[in-house]
């Protein structure tokens, strides 16, 4: 599976294709649930009215609020569907979720190099970068970053392709060990250096280490303090610079590790990190846990950045490549079942 594969849900039609998007399918339904039994399952009752009223109107407004989709693009997307001028409550229903997947949609246009060799990217290759490809991975500390990083390492070995890790979050030890630890139970090789070491010199060991072991992947660990924004900034900064000489190209993804739980805290997040380094794309790490999935609207419409994986569970394999329209008929779907 092209797991950094945008047109991933499109592949072409066969039995393993098929396979692999219910499995997909089935694990996001699994993580949502909590979201579904508390916000996005009162819709059911909401649309089960025949009449399209101004009730209906205010109702889906504070579901929508509620599950953390922010009010600006509940706004936005209310006015587009009442503009409409549904006829019943299904027809709103309809155009509901029309609606949402364009959002979700709207934020997939590429904003930097996508590692998967697709022709026609915004910097206009057409063939896969020369490997290693390196992915640049943010997030503040305990939003799952270093376990997110471990989840990927092992989805690519999985895949067949060779992977490297860098411990560049130098500034805890804890972080280093944690990701030594993931690489010694999974398989993979772990780039480290001593606990205040510097970040960039770590990045830059870990992609002359994966030349001389033809890895394919790297994948850059990094400090995750954003309460004190001008040293990240500064650190991430120098750590993109030393990637870009080594390299010869900025680093391939800039991915935002967020903790769902965290609703609109999320999303300041990828606000302070988007001004300390060009953040592409975005993993949701603990969907599982949340009421409130609908944040992946608000990262969507207000910073155009798109959610490549959500994690779905606790273990090495609960992580799904994001599909807008699964996630949106996962949402509308109705209250999960008790004890889902």
């Known amino acids: ?59 889906l407004e ?5 599950a953390d989709a922010g009010i600006g693009a509940t706004t936005a997307v209310l006015d587009r569907v009442r503009a409409s001028k549904p006829a019943d409550a299904t027809a709103v229903r309809t155009r509901l979720r029309e609606e949402l997947v364009a959002v979700l949609r709207a934020a997939e246009r590429p904003r930097g190099r996508l590692w998967v060799g697709e022709a026609g990217n915004d910097v206009g290759l057409d063939v896969e970068p020369e490997p290693p490809s390196v992915v ?29 890790c860098a411990a560049a979050d130098t500034y805890r030890a804890a972080a280093i060990e944690q990701l030594q630890g993931w690489g010694q139970r999974l398989d993979f090789e772990v780039v480290a250096h001593r606990q205040g070491a510097d970040s960039a010199a770590v990045a830059f060991d870990a992609i002359e280490a994966a030349r001389a072991r033809d890895a394919g992947v790297v994948f850059v660990d990094t400090a995750g303090r954003l309460h004190n924004r001008q040293n990240l900034m500064d650190e991430l900064s120098k750590v993109g610079r030393v990637i870009e000489r080594a390299l010869g190209r900025t680093p391939d993804e800039v991915l935002l590790v967020l903790d769902a739980t965290t609703g609109q805290n999320a999303l300041q997040q990828a606000r302070g990190f988007s001004e300390a380094v060009e953040v592409s794309a975005v993993m949701l790490t603990k969907l599982d846990g ?4 609908g944040i992946v609207f608000a990262i969507a419409a207000e910073l155009g950045l798109p959610v490549r994986f959500v994690g779905t569970g606790q273990g090495e394999d609960d992580l799904a490549p994001f599909d807008a329209g699964g996630f949106v008929d996962a949402l509308l779907s109705g209250p999960a079942p008790a004890g889902a």
Not at 6 to 29: I, Q
Not at 62 to 66: A, H, M, N, P, T
Not at 290 to 293: F, V
């Open 290 to 293: 949340t009421a409130r999935g």
């Open 136 to 164: 640049l991975v943010v997030g503040v500390n305990g939003s799952g970053k270093t376990t997110a990083i471990a989840r990927l390492a092992h989805a690519y070995r999985q895949a067949g392709t060779a992977v490297l």
């Open 62 to 66: 504070e579901v929508l609020i509620g």
């Open 1 to 59: 599976m092209k797991l950094f594969d945008r047109n991933n849900s499109d592949a072409d039609a066969g039995e393993s294709a098929g396979e692999e998007r219910r499995a997909v399918e089935v694990a996001t339904e699994q993580a949502l649930s909590r979201t579904r039994r508390s916000w996005f399952g009162r819709l059911a009752s909401v649309l089960g009215a025949s009449d399209v009223t101004e009730e209906l109107w205010e109702s």
